[in-house]
């Protein structure tokens, strides 16, 4: 198993006086499925938003597939980006929007110029986005107003315009925080079969120990920017 992100000695200070990481160093491989377990405020919305550059760290360094991303902008950033899938607590999705459209958002990083500005995508990516959502069972809601959802189903759509990044690296922040029992399984069975099925590697954020015992090949525990251990589990 590859190494797919490492952090090596990262700090994060905020302008007041916040200490919200503290000298985090560690290594995630290939096909992972990680729970970063913590209370809030304990830095985990914070250590996620670094890796896709979100959030600059204070120093220290970070490597995706190798490469330094810490300083690195323009193309370079763009091209790390794509690399980097998130899915959001609170969707993030344009309601006024299809559900089609906000799929295809996520290959809105491969669109250069006019084309990206106006949105006009390729015909294979337009049927893609379709495959997805049939696969997240979302086929017939294609062409509905992303407002006209549910919050399950709103959260299926963020991770089919995750994926649709062709990324190496899914990033979950509290993704069943606001759904129901019903809908947070279904939410976690499909993220774990993603990591499975197309050897992602997924990182996700939750205040859940149980579901973390469930879904997790690894859980690592935050307190105040500190990692206080740090589990790996055969499922």
């Not at 190496?168 to 774990?192: C, F, G, R, V």
């Not at 997924?202 to 307190?223: E, M």
């Amino acid at each position: 198993m590859g190494t797919v992100l490492k952090f090596e000695n990262v700090n994060k200070y905020y302008s007041n006086n916040v200490h919200a990481l503290h000298s985090i160093s560690l290594e995630i491989g290939e096909g992972e499925l990680v729970s970063v377990i913590g209370p809030s405020g304990s830095g985990k919305s914070t250590l996620l938003r670094t890796i896709n550059r979100l959030i600059d760290v204070s120093d220290g360094a970070i490597l995706l597939d190798g490469e330094d991303i810490t300083n690195i902008g323009g193309k370079k950033l763009r091209a790390v980006r794509r690399k980097v899938g998130m899915i959001f607590q609170n969707y993030n999705l344009v309601y006024r929007l299809s559900v089609l459209q906000n799929v295809l958002h996520g290959y809105l990083g491969y669109l250069d110029g006019i084309k990206g500005i106006l949105g006009i995508y390729p015909e294979e990516q337009k049927l893609r986005a379709i495959k997805l959502l049939e696969e997240m069972g979302l086929g017939a809601f294609c062409y509905n107003r992303a407002s006209d959802l549910s919050g399950g189903q709103k959260q299926r759509v963020g991770i089919a315009r995750a994926i649709m990044q062709q990324p190496k690296i899914l990033l979950a922040d509290e993704p069943i925080a606001s759904l129901d029992p019903s809908s947070a399984k279904n939410i976690m069975d499909i993220l774990a079969g993603l990591v499975k099925t197309k050897n992602i590697t997924c990182i996700v954020n939750l205040h859940q120990l149980d579901v973390a015992k469930k879904y997790s090949t690894r859980i690592i525990g935050l307190s105040k920017g500190t990692i206080v251990f740090d589990v790996r589990r055969m499922n």
